[in-house]
């Protein structure tokens, strides 16, 4: 939606133009339907980029998060199932953080 708002926003533009370019007989009547084009634009410039854009990544974020943790969890669970030591399955899955997380495991321990 975030590439699409201002595309959207041209196209409102175009047609603000057709109708004033209707009016044009009016000449009071131009400039307030020249603003309205144009306003157009801008609501879809604003809304990709204050709204759709930053939600789009926070949504990308929390997704790359969500498989990252799907992984541990699976990798644990396979390792467990295998048999291995645990101190192995163990730094198998801090394999997966990052180092400030590692080292935060194990000053809770």
């Known amino acids: 939606m975030g590439t699409l708002a201002p ?3 041209l196209i409102g533009t175009l047609i603000g133009l057709v109708q004033m370019l ?3 007989d009016d000449p009071s009547s131009i400039g307030p339907a020249m603003a309205v084009a144009l306003l157009t ?3 879809g410039a604003i809304l990709a980029n204050l709204v759709f ?3 789009a990544a926070k949504l990308k974020t929390r997704s790359k998060e969500e498989v990252l ?3 541990l969890i699976m ?3 396979l390792s467990i199932a295998a048999g291995d030591n645990p101190r192995i399955v163990e730094q198998k899955l801090l394999s997966y953080l990052a180092p400030r997380q590692r ?3 194990f000053a809770e321990a």
């Open 7 to 9: 595309a959207l926003g």
């Open 53 to 55: 854009n930053p939600i």
């Open 103 to 105: 080292s935060s495991q």
């Open 41 to 43: 634009t801008f609501y």
């Open 75 to 77: 990798t644990g669970m």
């Open 22 to 24: 209707k009016s044009m």
């Open 69 to 71: 943790y799907k992984e």
